[in-house]
């Protein structure tokens, strides 16, 4: 919040609001901040999902709104569906059904609180940020538990069921990876964890020794089943579940579930690139000079293009391979990551 | 123990080896055509919108007759022995005066049967595919430009059978 609260003090007048206000307003205000450049960073994500998709299967993509191959599509696409009827159908859990898309989203945005988008530029520097975001993220599954109860639907319930066993049992080994990085840090703080990385590229976790790099590609994998995407989109497989939790949904509050979706893909993505590619830093001393925030979007989005790409060249898992690779291979294969990378720092 | 560690090893084999695919499919040009905007060249002689030149046309109802949906109109009536002598283009004369001659091309089933049996050769397909309309009575053409000089009600000459 340092320098949101900083520019905050410059309002004439404002030390002579009340205490509570004071306190209060920073809070809001970052909010607000946030909750834009996550919209616009949805919105360009989906523009840039569709036009990869598009590009791999030959295709062109949006070409006509907006005019440059179609770059307000999505902003059309938003508009019509917060315009649209909002429809709750006869026999849901009435309660749950309109909570549970803001709750799966709110997991996603609770946890841009604790990332360092720029050395200064951060809402707030927890001294237990990582586990922090660990422990929010998980908050989303609950909402889509209760997406997929409340909508009294049997694809909907199987969907959440499947997203509930799957993100639970992907945090394991993504949790793991994560360790593996703390015990060179020695700090759970997110800014600590990039200052420990400082000095170009070659100084990034990915790059220091093997484990670290195998450690980078498990939590990659992790985080892909966590905000279900494909291999991993289980909870959503058109094929089968018709549209998963969501199925039910409709105009804004599907709008929300989408936001969420995005919005997690850009959350694992930026903990990947804060705890293996440096964060803020860059990755050559000649390109000190850009800013900090510019750096680290370019790796969250580099990252999120790896995870375009792996989307629309993979098919989707069984359920039971997918139960496998986590139990049987990801799981022992963080256990001895995190024996390896202990060994290596005492060494 | 060997087939877990196989396994893994072709399964990253897998992955790498679509993702390539993947890759190269991306900066392969794409095969989208921007339809409004770009237009194939249809071929030569394909079978589209049909047009009656109708000032070459002599009235014979050969295409009506031949028509095998029964979508041509041809209503016909002798021009009078004091009128001008009219002559198509490639100088057939005119004996009959063509006054209705009506195409519903939502009939239509681009046979070109028509345009086969047109002695003068004015009936021809073009290569215009553009044109939906909004009610469907839109798509009966009507090419005659003559008024009928006999009035109404006096016997008519009709070779056609719609
Ligand atoms: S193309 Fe065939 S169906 Fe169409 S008007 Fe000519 S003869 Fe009739
Ligand atoms: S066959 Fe040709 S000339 Fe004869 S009525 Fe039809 S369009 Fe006219």
Known sequence: MESIAQLLQKIPKYDGLPEMLQALIPIIVSSIVIFALLALAVLFMVWLERKVSAHIQDRLGPMVVGGWHGWAQTIADALKLLLKEDIVPESVDRVLFKMAPFIVFLGAFAAFVVLPFGASSFVTDLNIGILYIVAVSSLSVIGIIMAGWASNNKYSLYGSMRAAAQVISYEIPAAVAIMTVVIYVGSLSMVEIVRAQEGGFLNWFLFRNPFLFLAFIVYFIASLAEVNRTPFDLPEAESELVAGYHTEYSGMRFAFFFLAEYANMFLVSSVAATLFLGGWTAPFSILQFIPGPVVFFVKAL??????????????????????????KVLLPISFALILGAGWMAIL | MLTYFRNIGQGILTIVNSMAVASRHLFKPSVTLQYPKEKWAMPERSRMRLHNKVEDCIGC???????????????????????????????????????????????????????????????????????????????????????????AGSKEQSPSKG
């Not at chain 2, 009128?83 to 009506?102: I, N, Q, S």
């Not at chain 2, 195409?103 to 028509?114: F, K, N, S, T, V």
């Open chain 2, 61 to 151: 109802g050969q295409c009506a007759r031949t028509c095998p949906t029964d979508c041509i109109l041809v209503k016909t009536e002798k021009r009078g022995k004091e009128e001008p002598p009219v002559f198509a283009a490639d100088g057939t004369a005119k004996k009959l005066r063509t006054y209705v001659f009506d195409i519903d091309m939502a009939l239509c089933c681009y046979c070109g049967l028509c345009t086969f049996a047109c002695p003068t050769q004015c009936l021809v397909m073009t290569g215009d595919y553009e044109y939906s309309v909004y009610s469907i009575d839109e798509h009966i053409y009507h090419f005659a430009k003559e008024k009928p000089l006999i009035p």
């Open chain 1, 302 to 327: 580099v990252l999120i293009f790896i995870q375009m790409w792996m989307r629309w060249s993979l098919p989707r898992l069984r359920v039971d391979q997918l139960m496998y690779i986590n139990w």
